[in-house]
């Protein structure tokens, strides 16, 4: 979805309010890129608040722009994702926290729009992380894993990945699909990474759990390839 213009400091337009058509045009684009590409989901960046900005406007803004977008992309068989991102690293960002983005996915009331978690995000912004991953399990659909600090890769700082890793296997996680690894990370893998079923299968690349489902479908029961690469549907 349209992000603004990123190397003029732009995070996303979702929520300005002198942007929603450019937002609203920018959703038919997005779509046309997802198809062309084979992708099945897509993310708003909801944007940056000016210091002073009445916050109440610019949620409704972002808001009326995500019911636009969620039935069109449930058309498309494309579904839709809104990411809270930590303040630290993107200081003033609208969506900090997995409480506002709930409270978004309420007032929108779509079917077709889900959280994408960021581990190392929520860790920075309210710890508490695989109670608050347990309870809103069934409202995300996208999974991001990094170790804080520095967004490396999980091992290789405070995150106890371990234990993450575990309940996300006992949580049957692996049932939304894939789980690949940054190898930009400064670190190289952990022992102990190679010990979770969830990476074991895996094709160690870049940070993403991703489901291959139509918006609103159950998930399907998945199986790891033998080579650990895209997963295979049984029943």
């Known amino acids: ?82 990411e809270p991102i930590n303040l630290r690293d993107m200081p003033g960002f609208f969506l900090s926290t997995t409480d506002h983005a709930e409270r978004i996915l309420d007032k929108v009331g779509s079917d077709n729009l889900y959280i994408q978690y960021d581990f190392y995000h929520m860790q920075i912004m309210q710890g508490d992380l695989i109670p608050t991953f347990s309870r809103l399990r069934d409202r995300i659909a996208h999974v991001q894993i990094a170790d804080n600090p520095g967004r490396n890769e999980p091992g290789s700082g405070e995150i106890n990945y371990d234990f993450i890793l575990r309940e996300l296997d006992r949580l049957r996680v692996r049932r939304l699909g894939r789980l690949r690894i940054p190898t930009e990370g400064r670190h190289q893998r952990r022992p102990h990474m190679d010990e979770a079923p969830s990476l074991r299968r895996a094709s160690l690349r870049s940070t993403l759990f991703r489901t291959n489902r139509t918006p609103s479908s159950p998930l399907p029961d998945r199986s790891p390839s033998p080579e650990g690469g895209a997963m295979s549907e049984h029943r």
């Open 1 to 82: 979805m349209p992000s603004g213009d990123w190397a003029g400091g732009e995070r996303g337009i979702a929520c300005l309010p002198d942007r929603i058509q450019e937002f609203r045009d920018g959703v038919a684009l997005a779509l046309d890129y997802a198809k062309a590409l084979g992708c099945g989901q897509v993310n708003v960046i909801s944007g940056l608040v000016a210091k002073g900005a009445d916050t109440d406007a610019l949620e409704s803004v972002l808001v009326d722009n995500l019911k636009y977008a969620a039935p069109r992309c449930a058309d498309a068989g494309v579904r839709l994702l809104i």
